[in-house]
């Protein structure tokens, strides 16, 4: 291609970019970057055959092996490693900048590549809320219906109703749902400091 060319394809695109950004404020009140304007997190979702209306940022990377169940928002700069195993259930909310792994290469880096990466699996049970940047380690299991907390480091398991924050995270309380009815109880004020 010469450089004519490629100054108008270079056009052509931030034309279209303008031409979205403008169509996506007018509609969403949102400006987004230029992949998210032509991406569809539903189809990528579909694409990764996850469960009926999931969605997933075009921003979030996604390795290996993930399942996802229904209904699941997955937001933008999100990390899925599913390298070990990981397993989302239906109607979580996955904020924001969260990543959850499935291997490490903490003994690989010490031993100077002698040793392998570890892989353990990751479970997130159903209707779960991870904060925005929390970080959820391999071998994790997370029950239904817990909060975690922003920022959080999760290295243990939780149980269902969990409500849990903090690096690394404590139970601090417990979810109770009555219907449409939802309360965070925590079992004391200051338990978490
Ligand atoms: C975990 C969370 C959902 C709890 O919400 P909540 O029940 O309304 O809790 P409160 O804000 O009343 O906090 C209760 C206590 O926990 C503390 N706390 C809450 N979240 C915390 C966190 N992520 N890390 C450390 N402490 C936290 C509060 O400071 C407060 O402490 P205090 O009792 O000593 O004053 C919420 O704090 C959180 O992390 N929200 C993220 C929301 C967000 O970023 N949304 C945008 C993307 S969807």
Not at 74 to 96: A, H, M, R, V
């Amino acid at each position: 291609m010469n450089k004519a060319k490629i100054k108008q394809a270079q056009n052509n695109i931030r034309n279209l970019h303008v031409f979205l950004r403008t169509e996506i404020k007018k509609k969403w009140n949102r400006v987004l970057p230029f992949n998210e304007e032509i991406a569809d997190r539903w189809e990528k979702a579909k694409y990764l055959k996850f469960g009926r209306g999931a969605s997933i940022y075009d921003n979030s990377l996604v390795f290996g092996d993930v399942k996802v169940g229904k209904n699941t928002w997955i937001g933008p700069f999100t990390i899925l490693d599913g390298t070990g195993g990981l397993t989302i259930g239906s109607y979580c909310s996955i904020s924001t900048g969260v990543q959850i792994y499935t291997h490490d290469s903490v003994k690989w880096a010490l031993s100077a590549g002698k040793a392998k990466y570890e892989h353990s699996s990751v479970s997130i049970g159903d209707s779960c809320y991870i904060g925005p940047n929390a970080v959820i380690a391999k071998g994790v299991s997370i029950g239904k219906r817990c909060v975690i907390g922003a920022n959080s480091l999760v290295n243990k398991h939780l149980p269902s109703h969990s409500i849990a924050f903090g690096i690394p995270a404590k139970i601090v309380g417990k979810v109770s749902v009555e219907g449409k009815k939802i309360k965070l109880e925590y079992f004391s004020s200051k338990s978490h400091k």
